[in-house]
């Protein structure tokens, strides 16, 4: 299953030929109907999802309710939003109204709740149609999609492969055609790697962009980010369009941008300049990683972009001040569990981080990490004044086979995420676009970042990639 394929396809019809604008405006104009689209992608969730594990629960008889009232309302000439009978996978980190949240977690409760998180609220309000929740780690804890109550979701390039994770289900999903449009979090990578990974584009927003807002405060503070999904970044752009803007309920969501991400995208010239890191100055790359992306730097060379080179920028891991915030942020959420009888019940992985932050992270860490944002922000700020955007490879290692860890230059290693974390730290925008393949058919991602409030640019770049790189074109066959 890792051939590469654009035109041979499994149905007559597949969600990946065509662009959520395209498939949003055939609803509208009553050339396709909602109702169509949600059984479409009921179908194709029922035959791949055996294999590629990526929901948690699909409600038919809800979806299709939702659809059939887009298809009325249209009918009736009321207007449905931008986003029309488009069928979403929502990343069960998220509350849909009328589905339980369950976290990946054996410990979350079977109730459904009452209403739909803020993000979903505002996909829903521009017409999407909501047919089940997508599979993550424990609370989005780890790069993998894999928990003691999901199992683990597997990549459809090469199902012996992860997805990534956290938003791994939500990435599996696009990238098999099971729905145009899904949603995804990303505290340390969760969009940008299993986007990378499942060989499409993917964009962890300005924090603050996109509202972390509801009843309780966010799982993962103030640098995680909520957003959509979509195989192009135009489809993210245009479901962004919907999602950004304040919340009354997040004091640091951002005011809403003086014009639309998706009509910034007329058309798409790339940069004139960037700024090219291929180790930062602390991660060690895989060989075939690093010549994937070297070649993709050496085609925009070509294309006349202006390649400056500076691979001293963090000349420290910042995985340190993340981790540190993480594991309390973790030690929050779940340490009250630690000597119960549901403590067993949590991922031996999530109770190491569990653990760390109860005993090992000191107010005086929480202040260090604070610190080492400022440091490492001003590290960014000044390669930014040379260049607009700042380019790294989005992962360093191989993707990892199910269960196991990513592999550089032929050994297992953690440090394979290392690229991603540091924006989240920062808060800057960031991006993934894909580059390439390995020798082994694997997709090769590329990542794009800006300084914080410049998200169009890197939308902006990401497209202009897509066109160089003949990405968004090639899907595997399922």
């Not at 939702?66 to 979403?88: F, H, T």
């Not at 209403?115 to 599979?135: F, P, Y």
């Not at 895989?286 to 994937?292: L, P, Q, V």
């Not at 972009?305 to 929050?332: F, G, H, S, Y």
Request: charged share 20%.
């Amino acid at each position: 299953m890792s051939d590469r394929a654009s035109n041979e396809r499994s149905s007559p019809f597949d969600f990946r030929d065509h662009t959520v604008f395209e498939l949003a405006a055939d609803v509208r104009a009553r050339r396709r109907s909602a109702r169509e689209l949600t059984q479409h992608a009921l179908d194709r969730v029922a035959a791949l999802d055996p294999v590629y594990n990526a929901f948690v629960i699909v409600d038919a008889d809800l979806a299709l309710a939702a659809a059939a009232g887009i298809d009325e309302r249209i009918a009736a000439g009321d207007r449905v939003g931008p986003l029309a009978g488009i069928p979403l996978g929502v990343k069960d980190l998220e509350d849909v109204a009328g589905y339980p949240t369950r976290y990946g977690s054996k410990l979350s409760s079977l109730d459904p709740v009452d209403e739909d998180s803020v993000v979903v609220s505002r996909l829903v309000a521009a017409g999407c149609v909501v047919i089940g929740k997508t599979t993550t780690p424990e609370y989005g804890h780890k790069g993998a999609t894999e928990s003691l109550l999901t199992g683990i979701t597997r990549n459809p390039w090469n199902p012996d492969h992860t997805a990534g994770g956290s938003s791994g289900g939500s990435a599996a999903a696009l990238a098999a055609g099971m729905v145009p449009l899904a949603t995804g979090s990303d505290g340390g990578g969760s969009i940008r790697l299993p986007a990378a990974i499942c060989g499409f584009s993917g964009i962890k927003t300005t924090q603050g962009r996109v509202p972390n807002g509801g009843p309780n405060p966010p799982g993962s503070a103030h640098f995680s980010v909520k957003g959509p999904m979509a195989l192009r970044i135009a489809d993210s752009a245009l479901a962004l369009d919907s999602c950004i803007g304040p919340h009354p309920s997040d004091p640091f969501s951002l005011p809403h941008p003086s014009s639309s991400w998706f009509g910034a995208l007329g058309v798409n010239r790339l940069p004139s300049s960037v700024v090219w890191s291929p180790t930062m100055g602390f991660a060690e790359v895989d060989r075939e990683i690093a010549g994937g992306c070297g070649r993709a730097i050496d085609q925009l060379s070509d294309l006349g972009v202006e390649i400056i080179e500076i691979d001293d920028l963090w000349p420290t891991d910042p995985l340190q001040p993340w981790w540190n915030l993480w594991a309390a942020l973790r030690a929050r959420t779940q340490g009250h569990l630690r000597g119960t009888a549901q403590w067993e019940d949590i991922d031996p992985s999530l109770r190491f981080q569990i653990e760390w932050g109860l005993d090992r992270v000191t107010a005086g860490d929480i202040v260090a990490s604070l610190d080492a944002i400022h440091h490492y922000s001003l590290r960014l700020s000044r390669a930014f004044e040379q260049a607009p955007l700042l380019l790294t490879p989005t992962a360093a290692g191989q993707i990892p086979l199910v269960g196991q860890d990513g592999v550089v230059n032929g050994t297992p290693t953690r440090g394979w995420v290392k690229f991603s974390y540091g924006f989240n730290l920062t808060r800057n925008p960031a991006g993934t676009v894909n580059c390439g393949f390995t020798s082994a058919g694997m997709p090769v991602g590329l990542q794009v970042a800006s300084r914080q409030l410049e998200d169009v640019l890197v939308i902006q770049a990401l497209a202009a990639m897509e066109d160089v790189f003949e990405a968004g074109r090639v899907f595997p066959v399922v």
